[in-house]
């Protein structure tokens, strides 16, 4: 049973500038990460098979130096490391994306059955949580999105108990397998590598799938089959806050300051 854990190398958007002139982001020099939702997603991968069994696979899509990534994976632990690269991947958007993921775990379904995909809710680059879903459409398998526990699984009877993090309460959700599942941060705090693993990393194979592997319609993937466009990038102006009240007020009590001041600014009417 296989395990597909699915990351992206992301920039450290703590360190993002933008570029006045172009109003597009300033990568030079801009540090790379493992985009943090899915180091959970990685970890959940391992833990489920330390607990239930299975092979665990982790896929990243992105230029050469996105290795780097599926090394710190090995280190921990993967069984398998694969880097989807080529040209014609280069500028997807969630759609692109989600197709050539799709492609490789199709691909990897032919060696053995697929029992989860996982994936972070989003990423702190993009930010739409969708290839998670897109890659569980275009598979036709169950998605389970925003789950911060995996309560039991039954690899006999194809069956996952899971729960779900939603605002103000928790969904218990019992799914057949294969399931895609999407990651909150509380689900786990992922594993530190050990010194061997680390050494043992860094002379692991890293597979490298690209477009002669997996075969796919130019059109359809990377930019030229990507119907998203950023024509901009900017940092949003932002008035100066105004704190109501003085902390000590009733709720009900700077409700009602809030409400005057909306009133005198004629933001709303009663």
Avoid at 8 to 14: E, G, I, M, S
Avoid at 39 to 57: M, P
Avoid at 110 to 133: M, S
Avoid at 155 to 162: A, G
Wanted: charged share 25%; glycine share 6%.
């Amino acid at each position: 049973m296989l395990i597909v854990a699915c990351i992206k190398q992301v920039p450290d958007t703590t360190q993002v500038q933008i570029d006045p002139v172009t109003n597009t982001l300033i990568r030079d020099g801009i540090p790379f990460i493992v985009n943090p939702y899915d180091t959970h997603a990685l970890e959940e991968s391992l833990r489920l098979k330390d607990k239930f069994g299975g092979t665990v696979v982790v896929l990243t899509m992105g230029p050469p130096n996105a290795e780097a990534a599926l090394r710190k994976a090995l280190s921990l632990g993967v069984d398998r490391a694969i880097l989807l690269s080529d040209r014609v991947f280069g500028g997807a958007d969630t759609l692109a994306t989600s197709m050539v993921l799709t492609a490789a775990i199709e691909k990897l379904s032919q060696e053995d059955e697929i029992g989860f995909v996982l994936c972070g809710k989003q990423t702190i680059d993009g930010d739409t949580a969708q290839v998670g879903p897109g890659i569980a459409t275009r598979m036709s398998i169950e998605q389970l999105t925003l789950v911060d526990r995996v309560e039991n699984v039954d690899y006999s009877d194809k069956k996952v108990t899971v729960r779900r993090k939603l605002e103000g309460r928790y969904e218990r959700v019992e799914s057949r397998l294969p399931a895609m599942i999407t990651v909150v941060r509380e689900i786990n705090r992922p594993r530190y590598p050990t010194v061997p693993m680390r050494l043992a990393s860094a002379d692991a194979k890293v597979e490298l799938w690209d477009n002669t592997v997996l075969n796919l319609d130019v059109n359809t993937i990377g930019l030229k089959g990507s119907p998203t466009w950023v024509s901009k990038i900017f940092s949003p102006e932002r008035d100066k806050g105004e704190i109501i009240g003085d902390g000590i007020n009733k709720p009900e009590e700077t409700a009602e300051l809030l409400l005057e001041k909306l009133l005198d600014k004629d933001i709303i009417s009663i």
